[in-house]
């Protein structure tokens, strides 16, 4: 790729799209139904436009084409030490925040579109396709969870929440990249 040069209009625009690294799903968490603790497995299939097999997200039928923007929940495993320090706690087990996937090494609030008309896709492993689609605040079950404080330790880290553009198998280890969408007419 080109780089722009300083000064030109399109810089955001290709700065916003600059991800050199891979990330990595660091673990997989499904959440049988709700209220129910999450069990953690190393592989789980992503259907398009559901959510995870094995998460209560996933068996609901979808009421609009694409299905709902919360069908997949992600984590920054960075942002757990932080959850923890201000939790007041030693660790947090990402299991307990109930979210489905913990990435690592990638900054997921980045591969949140900056510009609409230009989306990003976050790759997982070499089928799964997910759209971010916005944060996925806490609940006040993380005040019982974390204990008093909990709530507010997690807001601005609680997660994000995704859109199975394309399904597939995904587990423990696969690379995870964030590109710009393919465009209509386009292989992925």
Known sequence: MVRPTPGALHDLHWLVQQFPRAGRLEAIHLRPARREPAV???STEALMGRGLQGDHMAARTPSRSGGGKRQVTLIQAEHLPVIAAFAGLPAVDPA???RNLVISGLNLLAARALFQDEPMVLHLGVEVMLEITGPCDPCSRMEALLG???YNAMRGHG???ARVLQGGWLKTGD?????PAPR???DP
């Open 40 to 42: 953690t497995v190393t």
């Open 96 to 98: 307990l925040l109930r």
């Open 148 to 150: 008093p404080g909990g």
């Open 159 to 161: 997660g994000l929440n």
């Open 175 to 179: 690379a995870v990249r964030c590109l």
């Open 184 to 186: 209509p007419n386009e």
